[in-house]
């Protein structure tokens, strides 16, 4: 492979780790497309679709629905939380009908799931908060694409997290991930 690549880049300086160590590697930060981040319809407009009121403080989830992503933490969450905080849960993934039975059981009118979208200007637009909480990442393009959009996020302190706080100053509430 050596007389073939020449280069060799990483998304993050952990990812780099997974490279023999005598290889030099460079780290080019993962991009994103501005577009996908400008909103079309508006945030009322969108909250008015799904419900909402303008008081409603409204969550967002985008990832896959897996145990690692614990998106059941932010339901959970949003249960101790007055009754105007909501949750919307933009995703797929194999754990989407345990937590459809589990948000419609405990909190049935205060988490929304809505289907994957490219543009994610309106979701993004219409949201207070970003919120992802991960066992491990490398760089999420979601929570890119909310800073992008001006909008604030929670995260875990995943591997990349604490990189980018070193490298540029906090850019997150950051959270303990929760016991599974």
Same mark, same amino acid.
């Given at each position: $492979?050596?007389?073939?690549?020449?280069?060799?880049?990483? &998304? &993050? @300086?952990? #990812?780099?780790? %997974?490279?023999?160590?005598?290889?030099?590697?460079?780290?080019? =930060?993962? *991009?994103?497309?501005?577009?996908?981040?400008?909103?079309?319809?508006?945030?009322? =407009?969108?909250? #008015?679709?799904?419900? $909402?009121?303008?008081?409603?403080?409204? /969550? +967002?989830? $985008?990832? @896959?629905?897996?145990?690692?992503?614990?998106?059941?933490?932010?339901?959970? /969450?949003?249960? *101790?939380?007055?009754?105007?905080?909501?949750?919307? +849960?933009?995703?797929?993934?194999? @754990?989407?009908? *345990?937590? =459809?039975?589990?948000?419609?059981?405990?909190?049935?009118?205060?988490?929304?799931?809505?289907?994957?979208?490219?543009?994610?200007?309106?979701?993004?637009? !219409?949201?207070?908060?970003?919120?992802?909480?991960?066992?491990?990442?490398?760089?999420? +393009? !979601?929570? +890119?694409? #909310?800073?992008? !959009?001006?909008?604030?996020?929670? &995260?875990?302190?995943? %591997?990349?997290?604490?990189?980018? @706080?070193?490298?540029?100053?906090?850019?997150?509430?950051?959270?303990?991930? &929760?016991? *599974?």
């Amino acid at each position: $492979m050596d007389d073939i690549v020449d280069f060799r880049v990483a &998304c &993050c @300086r952990a #990812a780099v780790e %997974t490279f023999p160590p005598d290889r030099e590697v460079a780290v080019i =930060y993962n *991009s994103i497309d501005p577009a996908r981040v400008v909103p079309r319809g508006g945030r009322d =407009y969108v909250r #008015a679709g799904w419900g $909402m009121k303008p008081e409603d403080q409204v /969550a +967002l989830f $985008m990832g @896959r629905f897996v145990d690692e992503k614990h998106p059941d933490a932010l339901i959970q /969450a949003v249960g *101790s939380l007055p009754e105007n905080y909501k949750v919307v +849960l933009c995703s797929e993934g194999h @754990r989407k009908e *345990s937590l =459809y039975r589990e948000a419609q059981r405990y909190l049935p009118d205060r988490v929304l799931f809505i289907e994957p979208q490219f543009h994610v200007g309106d979701i993004l637009a !219409a949201s207070d908060v970003f919120c992802l909480i991960s066992d491990f990442e490398g760089q999420p +393009l !979601a929570v +890119l694409e #909310a800073w992008l !959009a001006g909008v604030p996020v929670v &995260c875990s302190e995943y %591997t990349n997290a604490v990189e980018l @706080r070193e490298e540029f100053g906090p850019l997150a509430t950051y959270v303990d991930l &929760c016991p *599974s």
